[in-house]
């Protein structure tokens, strides 16, 4: 999380805005809780301009969970097409199956989950409730550039996109989604929240068996005080969401301005470790993350010396995914430019030390 946000969320950690309460000490239905969720609704509307005819719902039960709540609320229990581009898509689909004929219309599985399986070759299916993509794999380092679009595809069923790891890092075509959700840990707040935007028309066809603080018609006619709400995970992410609207790149301002950053910190390390015979990344150029970079030492035997090393550095948490291996950077919004180039600049060294 930005540095400035823990800062100011310190300084009102014992008295909010001279309430004489902490917001952990808030009840939800209180006027000073409801303000703060009031505000940062509004502030993320604003900032990712969703439409008016968009829900935005604040719950629980992280990504994981919306695996489950998606079908409950969309599938009807009818059919609904998955495209697999990696590990969090693999889950979706598995959970799906509990509650729908979930069917798998792409896969990349053939090659690795190291490129995006084109849409024109998608077998989408006639009548299909939703079409499931998680449009960044943190795990496996894959984004789409482009968000699909099934109307040209020939399908009328809604985009349902998992953006839990790029959210808030780039413009969102809400013209091709029905609903996003998002688990807030990555690039808005701490764990417990999931930020779920569904378009009007996909609420109220929940299934019978979907838990009442789960079905989002009743979540969006309480305006997510249905069941108490994740406050303090609410209170930081309209934190993040103001931070993020004040933030600017030339005359770009919010997300705008925080995709320029990302491209540009993407863009130095993989070109440092394109540049490398000693580093690899497998992932096809077209599609790889600006989130989530994994990237190999070229010779593995060198992977312990090279972690141990970054953490004398002060470089934390870049081991790799157990399923994957090797090595993952995760530069998302708050992550400074300054921080890329400490990451390249020990790369660099380490290489030259190996010689």
Not at 26 to 44: N, P, Q, V
Not at 203 to 227: R, W
Request: with cysteine; charged share 20%; net charge negative.
């Amino acid at each position: 999380m930005p540095e400035a946000v823990l800062r100011r969320a310190a300084a009102e950690m014992l008295d909010w805005h001279g309430s004489g309460m902490g917001v952990m000490e808030m009840s939800h239905r209180g006027k000073e809780f409801g303000a703060i969720a009031t505000k940062a609704e509004a502030d993320l509307r604003t900032l990712l301009a969703i439409p008016t005819n968009f829900h935005i719902l604040f719950m629980q039960g992280g990504g994981l969970g919306e695996n489950a709540i998606v079908p409950m609320n969309l599938s009807r229990g009818g059919v609904a097409d998955f495209v697999i581009t990696g590990s969090w898509s693999i889950k979706s689909h598995k959970e799906a199956q509990r509650y729908c004929d979930a069917r798998i219309v792409a896969s990349n599985a053939d090659g690795k989950h190291t490129r995006l399986p084109a849409p024109s070759t998608w077998q989408l299916t006639p009548g299909a409730a939703y079409v499931h993509a998680c449009t960044n794999e943190t795990i496996n380092g894959i984004e789409f550039q482009e968000l699909p679009d099934l109307a040209a595809l020939g399908s009328d069923a809604p985009l349902v996109i998992d953006f839990s790891s790029h959210v808030a890092s780039r413009p969102v075509d809400w013209r091709r989604v029905g609903l996003a959700f998002g688990g807030a840990q990555k690039n808005i707040g701490p764990a417990g929240l999931t930020i779920v935007v569904v378009r009007d028309d996909l609420l109220g066809h929940a299934l019978e068996i979907c838990p009442s603080a789960f079905n989002y018609k009743t979540v969006a006619d309480n305006q997510s005080m249905y069941n108490t709400p994740p406050t303090w995970g609410i209170y930081m992410a309209g934190l993040t969401f103001d931070w993020l609207l004040q933030q600017r790149e030339g005359e770009l301002t919010g997300v705008a301005a925080m995709e320029q950053r990302n491209i540009a910190k993407a863009a130095l390390l993989y070109g440092f470790i394109d540049g490398s015979a000693f580093y690899e990344n497998r992932i096809d150029p077209a599609c790889r993350s600006r989130m989530n970079i994994p990237f190999f030492l070229r010779d593995e035997s060198r992977n312990d010396a090279f972690l141990a090393g970054a953490r004398d550095a002060g470089l934390l948490q870049l081991k790799g995914h157990k399923s994957v291996g090797g090595m993952r950077a995760s530069i998302y919004n708050a992550m400074p430019l300054e921080g890329v180039q400490a990451l390249v600049a020990y790369m660099r060294e380490f290489e030259r030390s190996q010689a």
